[in-house]
């Protein structure tokens, strides 16, 4: 009997969910959220496409000593070059909330999509030419970080790769949070593999939500647990979710798991209070 494809998907994600940060393919595992989103894609003509640019980034990078040799704005300018330029990536600021913005399947079919989405695959193309690049976790808008030897550029993967310094940042925070906010220590924070999938998948989740799709939002919820059975918060959120849907079973099994992970702090006593309810209405 042939396998089912979100089955599939759901195996390798538990798998990467094992394997240290460092050893997750970021792509791959992108790719594989994106066939459970939508089974009938073609998530290996996605894939080809995507090891083609990585061929690509490798021949650029080996065309620009100063790139290679460790200029962090080369890098900047190479990566942008290939993605934007040659590849024709761009964010979708014409149909922002549109969910295949946040399936890496249909952003690669497109050539449009979301922030973070961008940004898997600058961070696919930064390790295909062996530089060192990290998302960043900016409030309200992904970023993305590219190392060199002599420091750090700061990207706009959604404005084309656009480079950032201070003065844009304190902008952007601005649009985001309003008039009166400024820059402040700790708002560039550097994110690791695992972090960008999740912020990816919540995406997804987000709008279930909004649209009232409460299965549906549970089920993103359940695939970011795979790839991330440490967080205790996501534990927590899928507990309530399934309160909610009158899961009890599932609800408590949730909580007790969070509660596990994580049982100190305001969360987790609230989180016990949720679940000496649930107990009672067993009983």
Not at 89 to 101: H, I, K, L, S, V
Not at 229 to 237: F, V
Request: glycine share 8%.
């Amino acid at each position: 009997m042939a396998s089912n494809p979100q089955d599939d998907a759901r195996a390798a994600l538990t798998a990467a969910g094992q394997l240290p940060d460092a050893e997750i393919d970021l792509a791959a595992v992108a790719l594989q959220l994106a066939r459970i989103d939508a089974p009938e894609a073609d998530w290996r003509a996605a894939s080809a496409a995507l090891s083609e640019l990585a061929q690509a980034m490798v021949a650029a990078a080996a065309a620009d000593p100063e790139a290679d040799a460790g200029d962090a704005e080369r890098r900047r300018l190479v990566l942008a070059e290939v993605i934007h330029a040659r590849f024709g990536y761009a964010g979708d600021t014409e149909d922002y909330e549109n969910p295949d913005n946040a399936n890496l399947i249909r952003v690669v079919e497109r050539r449009r999509g979301l922030p973070v989405a961008l940004g898997v695959i600058w961070l696919h193309a930064a390790e295909a030419a062996g530089w060192a690049a990290h998302g960043v976790d900016f409030p309200g808008h992904f970023l993305l970080a590219v190392e060199g030897g002599r420091g750090q550029a700061l990207i706009d993967v959604f404005a084309g790769g656009t480079g950032l310094q201070a003065p844009d940042l304190r902008g952007l925070i601005k649009r985001i949070e309003g008039d009166k906010a400024e820059l402040r220590p700790g708002l560039v924070r550097l994110m690791e593999k695992r972090a960008v999938l999740l912020r990816l998948q919540n995406n997804l989740k987000l709008r279930r939500l909004r649209a009232q799709d409460l299965p549906g939002a549970l089920s993103c919820a359940e695939d970011m647990l795979r790839l991330a059975p440490g967080q205790a918060g996501l534990w927590r959120e899928a507990g309530l979710m399934n309160q909610r849907l009158d899961r009890i079973g599932a609800a408590l099994a949730c909580l007790e798991k969070s509660l596990e992970l994580d049982p100190a702090g305001p969360a987790a006593n609230r989180a016990r209070m949720v679940v000496e309810e649930l107990r009672h209405r067993l009983n």
